[in-house]
C-alpha cells in the first residue's frame, strides 16, 4: 500500500508570493490533516478534512486555506507569503476506523519564504 | 485551551540503557486519545504508541512503554534497551473527540539522542 505522499518536497518563494502544497493520502483514507512545523514550536494543527468538508481549524490567519477533492487528495494554499512562513509542512491521513486516531505522515514539504 | 506539554527539549542515553520522556497535558475532556510519534532525522514521522483515556492500563509496545496516569494528566515514554535507531525528536500529542471532529494538540517534542 502507498504511502502519504506529498509534492512538491521543497520550494523556495520571496514574500508577497502565493503557493500551492499538494497531499495524496493513503488509499482507502478520508481524512486528511495538515500540520505546520518549526523548530520550537513543534506541530501546530492547520486544517483536517474529512469527505471534502472542513472539520476542524486550528489557530492560523485566514491567507492559509485548504480543500479536498473526492478522490481525498488534499492541496493547501498559503497567500502573500511572509517570512514566518517558512516551515515544514505535514500532511497525515487517518482512517477513522478501529484504530482511531492514528496518523500517517507524509515526507512534508519544506517552504523557504526569501 | 487543551495543551500538551514536553519540559525536556533534548535529552540524551547511552546505549541498551532506559529512557523516560515526558509529557503533560490539560483538557477537560473525558473521551480523549494519547500519542507518542517518532520523527528520525530527515525521516517520515510514524506512531510509536498510543493509549486510550477510559483504559486504565498502560499501553506497551515491545520496548516502548508508557506510565498513563489520568488524574495527574501526565504520559511519559519510557524506551527500554535504547537503541541508536531510537535517535529522533519524539512527540507527545492528544486528540479529543467532541462530535466525532478531529483535533490534534502536540507538544514541541523531546530531541533523543542514543550514545553508542
Known amino acids: 500500500k502507498a504511502g502519504v505522499t506529498q509534492t512538491p518536497r521543497y520550494l523556495i518563494k520571496t514574500r508577497g508570493q502565493q503557493v500551492t502544497l499538494s497531499c495524496s493520502p493513503i488509499?482507502?483514507?478520508?481524512?486528511v490533516s495538515w500540520y505546520q512545523q518549526t523548530p520550537g514550536q513543534g506541530l501546530q494543527f492547520l486544517f483536517e478534512?474529512?469527505?471534502?468538508?472542513?472539520?476542524n481549524k486550528g489557530n492560523f490567519p485566514g491567507r492559509f486555506s485548504g480543500r479536498q477533492f473526492s478522490n481525498s487528495r488534499s492541496e493547501m494554499n498559503v497567500s502573500t507569503l511572509e517570512l514566518g512562513d517558512s516551515a515544514l509542512y505535514l500532511c497525515?491521513?487517518?482512517?477513522?476506523?478501529?484504530?482511531?486516531?492514528?496518523?500517517?505522515f507524509g515526507e512534508g514539504s519544506r517552504l523557504t519564504v526569501l | 485551551a487543551q495543551t500538551v506539554t514536553q519540559s525536556q527539549p533534548e535529552m540524551s542515553v547511552q546505549e541498551a540503557e532506559t529512557v523516560t520522556l515526558s509529557c503533560t497535558y490539560d483538557?477537560?475532556?473525558?473521551?480523549?486519545?494519547l500519542f507518542w510519534y517518532k520523527q528520525p532525522p530527515s525521516r517520515q514521522m510514524i506512531l510509536v504508541i498510543r493509549?486510550?483515556?477510559?483504559?486504565?492500563q498502560n499501553a506497551t509496545e515491545n520496548r516502548f512503554s508508557v506510565n498513563f496516569q489520568k488524574a495527574a494528566k501526565s504520559f511519559s515514554l519510557k524506551i527500554s534497551d535504547s537503541q541508536l535507531g531510537d535517535t529522533a525528536m519524539y512527540f507527545c500529542?492528544?486528540?479529543?473527540?467532541?462530535?466525532?471532529?478531529?483535533?490534534?494538540?502536540f507538544g514541541t517534542g523531546t530531541r533523543l539522542k542514543v550514545l553508542a
Open positions: 497525515a491521513s487517518s482512517s477513522r476506523g478501529p484504530r482511531t486516531g492514528e496518523l500517517f
Open positions: 488509499s482507502g483514507h478520508r481524512s
Open positions: 478534512y474529512f469527505s471534502e468538508t472542513q472539520r
Open positions: 483538557t477537560s475532556e473525558n473521551n480523549y486519545y
Open positions: 493509549q486510550e483515556a477510559y483504559k486504565q
Open positions: 500529542a492528544f486528540i479529543s473527540l467532541p462530535s466525532g471532529t478531529y483535533k490534534y494538540i
